[in-house]
């Protein structure tokens, strides 16, 4: 679909949340590779589009002399493609967007969730890897909306184990060799673009709840020769105890094991 008539659908979703807050939309004019749309209150907040990259970012910042102070912190990113997402998938984004302004702690999530310029460029987390899985479990929404309430950072393996890890095993076991394929080409796009932890996930916690050899093959089929290595190797630990960490150190653990695998 059209990339402004999606970007529309985004920031009227999110509107309505703000302007019932009192705040007042301002257009901003962006570069060729940018949409962008300001919201001035207390504190301000902003929509932006990539084109890029492909990825629609919620952001907030404070207020100075009544004009924006310009410290971005971004709340919540998604990814968007116009030749494959849909409608639907825009209102989703504009939905989380809306709930992430309502919820208790969008301040708190900002501060817990920065990452520096080089990272946020390059990389994508366990909640942005789970706010894309909606696009296949849409009942996962009402689970992050709860993690993000009562947690101060996204606990993302135990979240990919205990909510995505069901939803996704029961889902492959049942879907088609079309559904398998695009699920295997999100699920490369976002190995590629995630951090050591989003690759753990996709690798260990999901790809290992597979039993059918057959069905992981087609999980891979998407993957450049060198991720589809990774995985496969990934694959060697299944079944096999490993002593755990504690949770605090449960993200160490993937980026040591990924690591070692490369």
Known sequence: MEITKAFDIICSKTEKVLVAKGYTRQEV???DNELMV???GEPAYSIIYYVDKQRVQL????MDDGEPD???KT???WLFDPQADTEGDAENIGNDFAETISGPRPAAAAKTRKKSKKDEESTSDPLFFANRMI???PQLRDDIAYEKAHYESFRGTIFADEKIMPLFRDYVNSASPSQLGKLSKTLSDLYDSGDLDVKGIITYVLFNSIDDDRKFESLIEEFPPENRKIAMEARKLRGKKIKPEKITRRSKF???TLNAQQ
Do not use: E, H, P
Request: aromatic residues 18%; charged residues 15%.
């Open 254 to 256: 993937i980026a040591d």
């Open 135 to 137: 696009n296949y479990f």
């Open 59 to 62: 952001r907030c910042c404070g």
């Open 38 to 40: 300001l919201y001035i």
């Open 29 to 31: 004019v962006g570069s």
């Open 70 to 72: 310009n410290d971005w």
């Open 75 to 77: 709340i919540a990113t």
